[in-house]
């Protein structure tokens, strides 16, 4: 099940699952994407809860026409299973509006998986990706 865990930002748990989607997985790192959370009201962060247990993470914003996704990452056990996939579907039937992220080499591919269409850019001298998903393609 996909349920709001932003009061569990500072679980060890949760922290560890959301490294797993940065670039910089330090602890340092960890406090501030947390303190980030914190600072951004508007900024909502799921969990997908398995057995009582936080198997995946989402971080996103919803925007009036679109939500922006943060951070979206499932623990390495649980990895190749669907729960990311899962999680699209369940923001997907939340909202019903396009879903945007951008991500990396390492992600695009889950997002293509997905039913997104991809864009490359160039951001900070490598190559990145915008992730979009409109509702035409999501597959329920």
Do not use: P
Not at 30 to 55: C, P, T
Not at 64 to 93: C, F, H
Not at 106 to 135: H, M, P, Q
């Amino acid at each position: 099940m996909f349920y709001d865990i932003k009061e569990r930002i500072y679980d060890s748990v949760v922290r560890e699952i959301m490294a797993q989607s940065s670039f910089d997985q330090s602890r340092e790192a960890m406090d501030r994407k947390a303190e980030e959370f914190n600072r951004h009201v508007s900024w909502q962060l799921y969990g997908w809860i398995e057995d009582e247990e936080i198997v995946g993470i989402c971080g996103f914003v919803v925007y009036r026409d679109y939500i922006e996704i943060l951070n979206i990452a499932v623990a390495q056990y649980a990895q190749r299973k669907g729960i990311g996939s899962r999680m699209i579907t369940e923001l997907w039937n939340k909202y019903k509006i396009t879903i945007k992220a951008e991500t990396d080499d390492d992600a695009v591919d889950f997002y293509r998986k997905c039913g997104f269409s991809t864009i490359e850019i160039s951001k900070y001298n490598v190559r990145r990706w915008t992730c979009v998903l409109e509702d035409k393609q999501v597959i329920s």
